[in-house]
């Protein structure tokens, strides 16, 4: 059977199935390079790292190949590291061999651009969503020096035997005691090491001013560490601060 409105039907099927190919119609990129930060790359406008997998997407970030090499596109709206280095990270702490403790690690969307540059490092991804475990399993497959832990960054105890010291702790939790899980995890940081909290102000009190929140939490951080910097991440990640610290 067929009538006028399967044929409009097949129509605006076939309308959309060529606005979303041309949709995805790669941009033009302009020549990649180093840029000011170790280990990550731009074309002057967005930033990139060098994939460790080449060929696999994480996220459904684009992928560019430029001689030898294939870069992935990182992008500050979905990672708040990336945000960070928008916005003018004084340091990154990040090295071809770097350790980190990553608490709050999701599916891996950023704990994958960290893999990428800490290559000979190893990358310890807790996280307390199963659902989200999954997707760091999968992730750990194709990237061997992610290890992923299915643990809540409360109960330190249930990785401490699996973690050793380690050179960077970056948090991304949106828990209302996002600081104390900070604090508590610092003993995973060696002396020198630094440590990056991304403080999500909605979820410590949706109803206080983000700026006082911050200010907050940078005099607690400060009675044990040093606080180096304090980044606001607007326009990226409204309502969030990185406050980036270094271990004595």
């Given at each position: 059977?067929?009538?006028?409105?399967?044929?409009?039907?097949?129509?605006?099927?076939?309308?959309?199935?060529?606005?979303?190919?041309?949709?995805?119609?790669?941009?033009?990129?302009?020549?990649?390079?180093?840029?000011?930060?170790?280990?990550?790359?731009?074309?002057?406008?967005?930033?990139?790292?060098?994939?460790?997998?080449?060929?696999?997407?994480?996220?459904?970030?684009?992928?560019?190949?430029?001689?030898?090499?294939e870069y992935r596109e990182w992008n500050p709206r979905r990672s708040?590291?990336?945000?960070?280095?928008?916005?003018?990270?004084?340091?990154?702490?990040?090295?071809?061999?770097?350790?980190?403790?990553?608490?709050?690690?999701?599916?891996?969307?950023?704990?994958?651009?960290?893999?990428?540059?800490?290559?000979?490092?190893?990358?310890?991804?807790?996280?307390?969503?199963?659902?989200?475990?999954?997707?760091?399993?999968?992730?750990?497959?194709?990237?061997?020096?992610?290890?992923?832990?299915?643990?809540?960054?409360?109960?330190?105890?249930?990785?401490?035997?699996?973690?050793?010291?380690?050179?960077?702790?970056?948090?991304?939790?949106?828990?209302?005691?996002?600081?104390?899980?900070?604090?508590?995890?610092?003993?995973?940081?060696?002396a020198g090491g630094f440590g990056l909290l991304c403080l999500k102000a909605r979820s410590v009190d949706?109803?206080?001013?983000?700026?006082?929140?911050?200010?907050?939490?940078?005099?607690?951080?400060?009675?044990?560490?040093?606080?180096?910097?304090?980044?606001?991440?607007?326009?990226?990640?409204?309502?969030?601060?990185?406050?980036?610290?270094?271990?004595?």
């Amino acid at each position: 059977m067929w009538s006028a409105g399967d044929h409009s039907r097949r129509i605006r099927s076939t309308e959309r199935a060529k606005a979303h190919k041309l949709w995805s119609v790669p941009r033009v990129v302009s020549e990649i390079h180093r840029s000011d930060v170790p280990h990550v790359f731009t074309d002057t406008q967005r930033l990139y790292t060098r994939n460790a997998v080449p060929g696999v997407a994480v996220y459904g970030e684009r992928l560019v190949r430029q001689g030898n090499e294939e870069y992935r596109e990182w992008n500050p709206r979905r990672s708040k590291l990336a945000a960070f280095l928008k916005r003018g990270a004084a340091v990154f702490p990040f090295q071809a061999d770097t350790d980190v403790l990553y608490l709050g690690a999701a599916q891996g969307t950023t704990v994958s651009h960290v893999a990428d540059v800490c290559r000979e490092g190893t990358i310890y991804a807790v996280e307390i969503s199963r659902r989200a475990f999954q997707k760091l399993i999968d992730l750990s497959e194709r990237r061997p020096n992610v290890i992923p832990i299915l643990a809540d960054a409360r109960a330190t105890e249930g990785y401490e035997r699996l973690v050793g010291r380690v050179g960077v702790l970056y948090q991304d939790v949106a828990q209302r005691d996002q600081v104390s899980i900070f604090l508590e995890n610092l003993s995973f940081l060696r002396a020198g090491g630094f440590g990056l909290l991304c403080l999500k102000a909605r979820s410590v009190d949706v109803a206080a001013n983000p700026r006082v929140l911050y200010a907050e939490a940078r005099r607690t951080l400060a009675k044990s560490v040093t606080v180096v910097q304090v980044v606001e991440l607007d326009p990226y990640e409204r309502d969030h601060a990185a406050i980036l610290v270094e271990k004595a």
